[in-house]
């Protein structure tokens, strides 16, 4: 029954900031590059960052470089969404997913989905 599951997610005003987990559970999250997505209402899912296995290189899409932070610790099974100056057009749900290849490998599917958990960034 392996399973990735997210969570840290909730409400914030903007300027606010969350921290998303993302853990492992049946399997070892070090041998698997990880993903962060999100999804919101009427919106294509968009990927948010990735870190590679081993945490030597990071990718992030334009509209959050500067203001989230991937990161993992791999003696915990978990990687990490830092998301500080939170906007509302960050609201969405977030995603992790698993490729034991690379980031954005171009797969059809990832190995491993979250279930996701929702941030809403509202005043």
């Known amino acids: 029954q392996p399973q990735l599951v997210e969570s840290g997610g909730g409400l914030v005003q903007p300027g606010g900031s969350l921290r998303l987990s993302c853990a492992s559970s049946g399997f070892t999250l070090k041998h698997y590059a990880v993903h962060w997505f999100r999804q919101a209402p009427g919106k294509e899912r968009e990927g948010v960052s990735c870190i590679s296995k081993g945490g030597g290189s990071t990718e992030y899409t334009d509209s959050v470089k500067g203001r989230f932070t991937i990161s993992r610790n791999d003696a915990n099974n978990t990687v990490y969404l830092q998301m500080n100056s939170l906007k509302p057009e960050d609201t969405a749900i977030y995603y992790c997913?698993?490729?034991?290849?690379?980031?954005?490998?171009?797969?059809?599917?990832?190995?491993?989905w979250g279930q996701g958990t929702q941030v809403t960034v509202s005043s």
């Open positions: 997913a698993a490729d034991v290849l690379a980031c954005y490998s171009g797969r059809p599917n990832y190995d491993y």
